[in-house]
């Protein structure tokens, strides 16, 4: 069987960038492919197929662990019919793969073939159906993450398990093609103190980064739903929904419908302006050429010429021409002074526009600048309220560790103000944190408390019973050993209180020889 297993969990941060790890906005809809057609999820209105990217090839995680593109393409087929469970408790199966390949790690298209000697990060990419009557509350939080219109979207995530005998140690880089491969057994066994698996800082001492990369026979066990996926992946997909692509201009259209109506009147006033100005010039009076007036007449000349005209008529008619030609231009002219004269009062009145746009545009800048501020700090102060009230609400339901509180407050950060979606978030945690509930707790420990004492009162009786004053001798407590570093006493004891002596002592010595291990065991 296999030496190590790795769940690859890990704290989750609600933002993008997670210490120098950028989460993918990879498109995860080109996954759809995988979503399993063997079944007719129609008819089995009782499953929901999913798919999702599971792990991140030729690069390590957070958990330190990783795994080459040869080790990948020999175990990935390997996922088909392991079960999907709940944060990687395998007492909470909820589903089972189907399918398994291959996607592009910039935008989840799937991948038909790769090449052994890829080096480049690739995920791998998983389908499976969801059971709906095993824990009907964790499948409609899945069916909510994988709701682009829902505030839970892509809450939940997949993480894969495997379990594996040899691994090798990578140094210097979380890219596998960067990094420099230690295989040799001696040195492998010297550095494997610092890995995060066994207890180390994930660094040399002089503060290069150290991972395991898994090698050998690996054994694919399944994957987890979880929020917190140690792989740079995120979301699934489902049958159930198909993301909208009019929801960016959905979002953009409400932003603008946000806009305050006073800016929204100053704009439309300014571009009327603008749209005035830009008309007038366009009305000026075209730059037409006219031609030499003498070049004008002698063709005139000639024309009237090749028709025989007389001369005396070429030249009266000429005469005329040039009068009306002469008329004209001087018209032309005076045309062309007052078309540039109302150009530079145009332009005049626009560089004064403008002058006096940019001071209304500083002035309403400095105001909304203002505003902004003023509306930030409520916001802010707003928040850190909600915050408190929130954080406070949470850890008077559960028994927290301080890396379960670092967790808590980063997802009640990246919650809006919406009670909707706190009360979404307390659910979810009902169901993974149901362990944790201070209440189960001490219900769990009354019980416990309760059984020990009639352990105590049973054990009792029978020793009363038997005449045992001295020496008890239990099947599963050794009194004797738990008696023999007794401190003796020298009081005495009236005779006339013998046996009541005998009885409470008899008790406290049970009651010290027991421990809840002993009852519950």
């Known amino acids: 069987m296999h030496k190590y297993t790795t769940t690859f969990e890990f704290e989750i941060k609600a933002c993008e960038n997670i210490a120098g790890i950028n989460v993918s906005k990879a498109n995860i809809e080109n996954l759809r492919s995988l979503i399993p ?37 020999e175990s990935v087929q390997q996922f088909i019919h392991k079960p999907t469970n709940i944060e990687h408790n395998k007492k909470k199966v909820v589903g089972h793969i189907v399918n398994a390949g291959f996607s592009d790690y910039s935008d989840s298209t799937v991948l038909i073939n790769v090449d052994e000697n890829e080096k ?16 009907r509350e964790f499948f409609d939080m899945l069916e909510n993450s994988t709701d682009p219109k829902n505030t839970m ?22 890219n596998l093609k960067d990094a420099e491969i230690i295989s040799d057994p001696e040195k492998v066994s010297e550095m494997k103190g610092m890995l995060r698996s066994f207890g180390g800082k994930g660094m040399t001492e002089d503060g290069r980064p150290v991972y395991r990369l898994i090698t050998g026979n690996v054994y694919p066990l399944g994957i987890g739903f979880t929020m917190k996926p140690a792989a740079n992946v995120k ?24 806009m305050s109506n006073s800016n929204q009147r100053q704009a439309k006033h300014l571009q009327k302006i603008s749209d005035k100005i830009s008309q007038n010039l366009k009305n000026t009076v075209n730059n037409t050429k006219i031609m030499d007036l003498e070049t004008l007449l002698s063709e005139l000349k000639d024309s009237l010429a090749e028709k025989k005209f007389s001369e005396e008529a070429v030249a009266g008619m000429t005469s005329t021409f040039a009068e009306a030609i002469k008329q004209k231009d001087d018209e032309y002219q005076a045309s062309l002074e007052a078309a540039e004269k109302e150009k530079a009062e145009i332009a005049a009145a626009r560089e004064e526009l403008q002058n006096s746009v940019e001071s209304i545009k500083e002035e309403l800048k400095v105001a909304q600048e203002r505003i902004g501020d003023f509306e930030s700090e409520k916001r802010a102060e707003e928040a850190i309220a909600r915050f408190n009230t929130r954080m406070e609400e949470i850890d008077s339901i559960y028994d927290l560790e301080e890396s379960d509180s670092a967790f808590i407050a980063e997802k009640i950060k990246g919650l809006d103000d919406a009670e909707e979606s706190f009360a979404s978030f307390k659910d979810e945690l009902a169901v993974f944190w149901a362990s944790k509930n201070k209440e189960a707790k001490a219900k769990i420990e009354d019980e416990i408390k309760a059984r020990v004492e009639a352990e105590i009162e049973k054990r009792l009786t029978t020793a009363e019973a038997s005449e045992i004053t001295e020496e008890v001798v239990a099947e599963e ?18 005779n006339n209180n013998e046996a009541q002596a005998s009885k409470t002592t008899l008790k406290e010595k049970f009651a010290a020889a027991f421990s809840r291990d002993n009852i519950l065991g």
């Open 477 to 494: 407590v050794d009194v004797e050993q738990a008696l023999e570093n007794a401190e003796a006493t020298d009081t005495v004891l009236p």
């Open 153 to 174: 979207y892509n809450t939940i995530s997949a993480s894969w398990e495997i379990g594996f005998s040899e691994y090798s140690i990578a140094i210097g880089s979380k």
């Open 37 to 73: 057609t063997s079944v007719d999820l129609e008819k089995n209105i009782d499953l929901m197929g999913v798919a999702f990217n599971a792990a991140v090839v030729n690069e390590f995680n957070k958990n330190g662990d990783g795994i080459d593109t040869k080790t990948a393409i």
């Open 120 to 135: 480049d990060p690739f995920n791998i990419a998983l389908g499976a159906v969801v059971y709906k009557t095993v824990d």
């Open 235 to 258: 979301g699934l997909i489902s049958n159930e929904y198909e993301k909208d692509n009019n929801m960016e201009e959905d979002e953009e259209s409400e932003k603008e419908e946000s």
